[in-house]
């Protein structure tokens, strides 16, 4: 007996997931898009058929495939059959410009690519942007007009998807890694964080077992499948557990909330900011939204005063708070429906696969309430950088992931996030956190959404500004904001600025971006040369 066939016995990846879940569940609906229905069995067909045929096309194990594309059941396949053939997949943002996408393609190395008919033009001008992309093969994803022609230089993805031929048998190892996922991040440029199967898997089961996810399960996928969390949290761990998946190309509230009472949704995950969209749309109390047993929220805390709400207006749901990030694939700790209120505003505790702690400057452990830097050890973590050694270098010094996220541990072992390093406001020489502020301004009743964030001050050196949403109807001002903000927060933490908006500047998993709101409004403290706001 050789070695490799102890190896090939004992393998466990995520190209083998379809078929081993199509072997336990063939018959049963596995993934239902734009009106088709696919079981277990069909979506291992599918992905049997695009693993040979991306093998056919020249990609070999290692090879990296870009694919941009909205939410379809082909991203699904694409994902499991990349994995099959050992090709890695690298998943791209489609709101991104072709100048940002050609830096993936040329940092990734992509040897093929496949997009979305619609988002071909901008594939086209990334390829011929990058440096030196390599890219051998081109598939379009036909979600516009099916009679319209293929764009020129791209091939039907339907060959891939209906391919006649061998099937492929790649050997894989548990740490071959099989995804690389940029960083949406806080640098300039994003970095290739690669994930293995061992990544992948680990992570699958800590979501099952802490968010007592099930085969019987009818999940609802409205975040973009580029992003981990829908990707992998809840999609991966669906296909690996046997439930059923609806995919929609994005989370419309009245979409979503149709699509939850049509096919008896019990599962949906969500950020903070769409479940407040849910909340506030017309057609909330109407809607039969009985069957939905399960919310998750994640990418940013959920406001207390929201929390709140959606325990009374769906008290038959249980809530979970998932924290982490791509680098933990992304899930690191759980917060779950008993702590809900009791630990308002936590992150939770470690999931079962991940030990987390909080350190200092020099790396070393602090004491239960002390804010420092939260670095975790599981399998979960990345393979580390493609192309980065310094980087993943300092990621993992001490032999801990280093988050890049501020918080403590109380003395029961609940993690409190309080800040992004970059997020936080240093005012004055004190620290001020942007998410106790915005947790205080939540609590005004005719506040919708709120975003604090620093802004430069000719005294202050950085002084706190808040973009405040009102709620439809309320009769809301910046001074109503401020007053009220004052008697919360101390002097110091209260804004400086406050302005109204209509809508806060958010990507498409729902996440607000602060970057946005500190470059439109960098200047609100130039008018106060003698260094006074309006919170002085």
Not at 216 to 237: I, S
Not at 286 to 308: F, H, I, N, Q, W
């Amino acid at each position: 007996m050789s070695d490799n066939d102890v190896s090939s016995a004992r393998q466990h990846t995520l190209g083998d997931l379809p078929r081993r879940t199509a072997q336990r569940v063939p018959d049963k609906v596995a993934i239902v898009d734009r009106g088709t229905r696919l079981t277990f069995a069909e979506l291992d067909a599918y992905v049997e058929r695009t693993a040979a045929a991306m093998a056919a096309a020249g990609l070999a194990k290692g090879d990296r495939l870009a694919l941009l594309s909205h939410n379809c059941r082909e991203f699904a396949v694409l994902d499991f059959a990349a994995a099959r053939a050992g090709v890695v997949l690298v998943p791209i943002n489609f709101m991104l410009g072709a100048d940002e996408i050609a830096f993936i393609l040329d940092h990734s190395g992509a040897a093929g690519f496949v997009a979305e008919d619609a988002l071909v033009p901008v594939a086209d001008a990334a390829i011929a942007a990058a440096g030196d992309p390599q890219v051998r093969t081109r598939q379009a994803i036909r979600l516009g007009d099916p009679a319209a022609p293929v764009p020129d230089g791209w091939s039907d993805l339907t060959t891939w998807l209906e391919h006649d031929g061998p099937a492929v048998v790649v050997p894989m190892a548990d740490d071959d890694p099989v995804r690389m996922m940029f960083t949406s991040g806080t640098e300039s440029r994003p970095k290739g964080a690669l994930l293995s199967s061992r990544s992948l898997m680990w992570q699958y089961v800590s979501c099952a077992l802490d968010g007592s996810m099930s085969p019987d399960d009818v999940e609802l996928h409205t975040l973009p499948l580029y992003h981990c969390a829908q990707l992998d949290c809840f999609l991966g761990t669906d296909v690996y557990l046997g439930a059923t998946s609806i995919i929609l190309p994005g989370p419309d509230p009245a979409t979503v909330l149709r699509t939850i009472a049509e096919h008896g949704v019990t599962k949906f995950f969500a950020p903070p900011t769409v479940w407040i969209g849910l909340l506030r749309h017309p057609d909330f109390d109407t809607t039969d939204l009985s069957s939905l047993r399960k919310g998750y929220y994640g990418a940013s805390p959920m406001p207390v005063e929201v929390l709140r709400e959606l325990r009374e207006r769906l008290p038959d749901v249980a809530l979970w708070n998932f924290y982490g990030q791509t680098e933990m694939a992304p899930l690191a700790t759980i917060l779950g429906p008993d702590e809900q209120l009791p630990f308002a505003g936590s992150a939770g505790r470690p999931s079962l696969n991940v030990e987390t702690r909080i350190v200092d400057d020099n790396d070393e452990p602090v004491p239960a309430g002390t804010v420092g830097e939260i670095v975790h050890r599981s399998p979960h973590a990345t393979l580390g950088y493609y192309r980065d050694e310094a980087k993943t270098a300092e990621a993992f010094r001490g032999g801990w992931f280093h988050s890049g996220d501020l918080g403590y541990l109380d003395d029961t072992g609940h993690l409190f996030v309080v800040d992004r390093k970059k997020d936080m406001i240093k005012t004055g020489g004190e620290n001020v956190a942007s998410r106790e502020v915005e947790e205080a301004i939540y609590t005004h009743p005719d506040v919708a959404e709120v975003a604090v964030f620093g802004v430069s001050h000719p005294r202050w050196v950085e002084a706190v500004a808040a973009v405040v949403v009102p709620k439809e109807g309320a009769h809301l001002s910046e001074d109503d904001v401020l007053a009220h903000a004052r008697t919360m927060l101390a002097g110091y933490k209260a804004p400086k600025y406050v302005v109204l908006a209509d809508a806060l500047p958010k990507n498409p998993s729902g996440k607000i971006l602060k970057r946005e709101l500190r470059d439109a409004h960098a200047d609100l403290a130039a008018g106060d040369a003698a260094g006074a706001g309006a919170g002085d």
